[in-house]
């Protein structure tokens, strides 16, 4: 969420009892440049001239509700809360792991694909829909089956608490374009199991028809008209998961107080809190994923064909390479070593990838004669665990060993090893920096026997070119040498 606040010192002098932190939530504020604030004396003004009943239209025509639910009297408010959709409420997807990081700075960037990006793609959000459950029964039984894992629960109960308060206006505002999402978040809301008083998504200005060029700028601009109906608010908050939209909130809140000590007769100094909320998201099915970003490539590859031809960007299309030729292991015996090494209870998932999922062979693709002396694709061996170690908090392994005399292996490092996590700003390398390593021999709880299978990893690559004039990486004829095979 994003909005105004006030100094931490506010946020931690709360005594609300549904507005104080919870333990998931983190305040905190992040340095980013402030855009364009929008003046709330300019605001004031246009709104003074409006009936009471012209006031509220103009707050309802943000809002997407259909029918719309009636506005609550403007002597009835006395708090807002404002809640942030995408990983703030709802565990949005973004793309995965399966691309590598080029692809997903295309797929993220809304302008490199013709159609837009991941965040301008409607059906990757109705992706996240389970279109097996029938939409009318409004059981929680089947709300969780229609949306798996999707809701962040805690933001989800501070929304329910909001809505059963009725001095509290609760809502709703993303920056989805309400063109292209309103019909999708309204199936989404549908079941959440109770209504915001206004579900508010990016669009031009309602009254003076101007488009808003960020984000923030359209936020900024609703809260001022949302403020100036409700002009007896003492507080508002809003939770919001990106840092930069959270410290341009902030610099908003003071704007608009500053404003109110210039104009004390026109409305009471608002308390602003923004709550900083730890993104959360759920990646979509690889499958699916796959499909929804092809969809994507197809619309671009379609869209620049009605470009004239001496402007007309190149086809994008989509690659598979390998990264790695490993030792790989089942999700269970990944799992398992996991649960062995206790790592996962005691590092924090947001600061750390946890692997544990191959013994790495070689980087890259093996050739036919070397996957053959490894006994070809496919292949098994089994392994034993025989030492653990970490190096300073950074990255933690399993060495192993091939059970069984006759057992041949090939790998990169001299003893078989298995990374099982590392901090995410370290790289696997650092795995060469462990010297000390404990034994784990059998009859200890952490001793694992398991079988792995030689296989190779794959990930997704995007080829978008860009046109000579715009061209600051690497080309179509050098990227091509990278990859392996398109993708059908």
């Not at 509290?168 to 978040?185: A, P």
């Not at 750390?352 to 070397?370: L, Q």
């Not at 990930?459 to 080309?475: D, K």
Request: net charge positive.
């Amino acid at each position: 969420m994003r909005v105004r606040t006030s100094k931490l010192a506010r946020i931690s002098g709360c005594n609300s009892s549904w507005f104080c932190a919870i333990p998931v939530l983190r305040i905190y504020e992040d340095r980013e440049p402030s855009s364009r604030l929008i003046s709330h004396r300019a605001r004031t003004r246009a709104m003074s001239s409006l009936s009471p009943s012209e006031d509220a239209a103009a707050v309802l025509a943000w809002s997407i509700s259909i029918p719309p639910k009636p506005l609550p009297a403007v002597d009835l408010i006395k708090r807002i809360c404002i809640i942030d959709f995408d990983n703030t409420l709802y565990r949005s997807p973004v793309p995965s792991n399966i691309w590598d990081g080029p692809s997903i700075g295309i797929l993220r960037d809304k302008d490199r694909l013709l159609g837009g990006g991941w965040w301008q793609t409607p059906s990757i959000l109705d992706a996240t829909i389970d279109r097996r459950v029938d939409p009318d029964i409004n059981s929680q039984v089947n709300r969780e089956r229609r949306y798996p894992d999707r809701w962040n629960k805690p933001i989800v109960d501070i929304a329910l608490r909001a809505d059963q308060n009725a001095h509290t206006l609760n809502v709703l505002l993303t920056g989805r374009n309400r063109n292209l999402f309103s019909k999708t978040m309204l199936r989404i809301m549908r079941n959440v199991g109770f209504a915001f008083d206004l579900i508010v998504l990016k669009q031009n200005h309602p009254q003076l028809g101007h488009e808003f060029t960020t984000t923030m700028e359209f936020k900024k601009c609703f809260i001022s008209t949302l403020l100036s109906h409700y002009r007896k608010t003492e507080r508002i908050s809003i939770y919001e998961d990106r840092p930069g939209h959270s410290r341009q909130f902030r610099d908003f809140g003071d704007e608009f107080n500053n404003e109110v000590v210039r104009n004390p007769l026109v409305q009471p100094r608002v308390r602003f809190d923004v709550v900083q909320v730890q993104p959360a998201h759920r990646d979509l099915d690889p499958l699916e994923e796959i499909k929804q970003v092809k969809f994507m490539l197809q619309r671009h590859n379609k869209l620049a064909q009605t470009v004239d031809a001496s402007s007309r960007p190149p086809p994008a299309r989509l690659f598979k390479r390998v990264c790695h030729t490993s030792y790989m292991l089942s999700p269970e015996t990944t799992h398992t070593l996991l649960v062995k090494f206790r790592l996962k209870p005691r590092l924090n998932p947001h600061e750390v990838d946890f692997f544990g999922r191959y013994i790495p062979i070689k980087m890259g693709k093996c050739e036919p004669s070397e996957i053959e002396t490894l006994g070809g694709m496919g292949a098994q061996v089994q392994f034993e665990t025989i030492s653990f170690g970490s190096y300073s908090d950074y990255i933690w392994a399993v060495r192993v060993k091939p059970v069984g005399s006759k057992a041949t292996v090939s790998t990169i490092n001299t003893i078989p090893t298995i990374i099982l996590a590392k901090r995410i700003d370290v790289t696997e390398a650092f795995v060469q920096r462990i010297e000390n390593w404990e034994d784990v021999c059998p009859g200890d709880p952490r001793y694992l026997m398991f079988s792995a299978t030689v296989g190779e990893q794959l990930q997704l690559q995007i080829s978008v070119p860009r046109t000579t004039s715009q061209s600051t990486g690497v080309g179509l004829p050098r990227q091509r040498m990278l990859l392996d095979q398109p993708l059908g």
